[in-house]
């Protein structure tokens, strides 16, 4: 048996379950939804013509849910992409004699895909996750990996007294009592140190061939330019390899984030390395929290804003400097009138303008450098400014 046939037969058990969920495309139209239906009922059929076939609907797809406000595209678009995606598979895999590196690449290409615009469907929520999963466990990928990759980064020394700032208080591994008492009800910014010294990640992270080897074939956004306020600020699909080489270890051109990106919903296997907070229980409904990446260069910024949500900012790789504002300080911090930025300053605290924004003085400024293995929770509504002081990894732990 080739190792083509053995992904397509592992691949195959999923055809149930996916079949199952047809029902959750039924606007789709006939002749799309009766092809599919199809080919989930009859694999023995599947050849190259249909996975050419199944990419005329993904293509179709794809064209309807860029039409509008994203937030008001009807989940049968997307699920129609997921099932479309996994039956590209079966299809490519079926009629290939050989898995080639480029065939195995162009693979997670489809899933990644499908999981970026695609949707989960109720019969099997993490297929194309399982499907990728599946597939790395070949190891049919050869990497070209670096020889120094380890990170054995300085710590960074900055003196919050030039911005006329105030520390931001650092507590050891707070009880969950005085967690909640003193800032969960107090709305109080705060800096937990020993409390994640267990998880995987604040080593294996260190080494960006770690990465590589796990998932250096995947597709992912990144955010290319300065920060998103800019206008040349843009986002662009590449692997996770291309992301470390291009733009992580590199000094010269434009500046490139994994940011607020829900990394570990896509590649679940980085999410055994942490853990979430049981702070995190805090909360005031039963919504799940939400794991967010940021990893980047040095020199990668987040504008001043606030979001709506308690966040817990956990450090794992490298260093940031974070600039933090009481909401009673909204007025002095110039939020963008377009309402698409309301939630976002016109302020850079590092370089404040008192001639353009003379009520920025009046505003009162809270500064820390984040280490590795340390976490800020940040109340909601509070205005933040992060800069990477270094290569740098972290994860946000949002929740209500």
């Not at 990759?149 to 050891?172: F, R």
């Amino acid at each position: 048996m080739t190792a083509c046939s053995e992904i397509f037969g592992k691949l195959e058990e999923f055809k149930t379950s996916v079949s199952e969920s047809l029902h959750e495309i039924s606007e789709l139209n006939a002749t799309c939804k009766v092809m599919l239906e199809k080919y989930l009922r009859d694999t023995a059929s599947l050849d190259h013509l249909a996975a050419v076939r199944t990419q005329a609907v993904i293509d179709y797809m794809y064209e309807q849910v860029n039409i509008g406000n994203w937030k008001e595209v009807k989940p049968y678009l997307r699920k129609t992409i997921t099932i479309a995606s996994y039956i590209k598979l079966l299809a490519i895999t079926k009629s290939s004699e050989n898995a080639t590196e480029s065939l195995v690449k162009d693979l997670f290409k489809i899933i990644d895909f499908g999981i970026l615009f695609g949707c989960p469907v109720d019969g099997n929520p993490d297929l194309l996750q399982t499907c990728a999963t599946l597939l790395s466990s070949f190891n049919l990928i050869t990497h070209d990996l670096s020889e120094t990759s380890s990170q054995n980064q300085g710590t960074v020394e900055v003196d919050i007294t030039k911005y006329n700032a105030q520390p931001i208080e650092v507590i050891d591994c707070p009880s969950m009592e005085n967690f909640y008492r003193n800032y969960i009800l107090a709305e109080k910014p705060v800096i937990l140190r020993n409390c994640i010294n267990h998880w995987p990640a604040l080593s294996k992270w260190r080494d960006q061939n770690y990465f590589i080897k796990l998932a250096g074939p995947r597709t992912v956004s990144i955010e290319i330019g300065r920060d998103y306020t800019e206008k040349d600020w843009t986002q662009k699909l590449m692997t996770i390899e291309e992301f470390i080489k291009d733009f992580v270890y590199q000094s010269n051109g434009p500046t490139g984030y994994l940011a607020q990106y829900q990394l570990f919903e896509q590649i679940p296997e980085l999410k055994k390395d942490i853990a979430e907070p049981e702070y995190c229980s805090f909360a005031d409904t039963n919504e799940a929290v939400d794991m967010m990446a940021w990893y980047g260069p040095k020199g990668t910024i987040s504008p001043l804003h606030y979001d709506h949500k308690r966040n817990l900012f956990t450090q794992v790789v490298g260093e940031k400097q974070v600039f933090l504002f009481s909401p009673q300080d909204t007025e002095n911090l110039y939020p963008h009138e377009h309402e698409l930025l309301h939630n976002t300053a016109r302020i850079d605290p590092r370089f404040p303008d008192y001639e353009k924004y003379p009520k920025y003085k009046d505003a009162k400024v809270y500064c820390c450098v984040l280490r590795a293995g340390q976490m800020l929770y940040i109340p909601p509504k509070w205005w933040h400014y992060v800069e990477s002081l270094s290569i740098s990894f972290s994860v946000s732990f949002w929740w209500k």
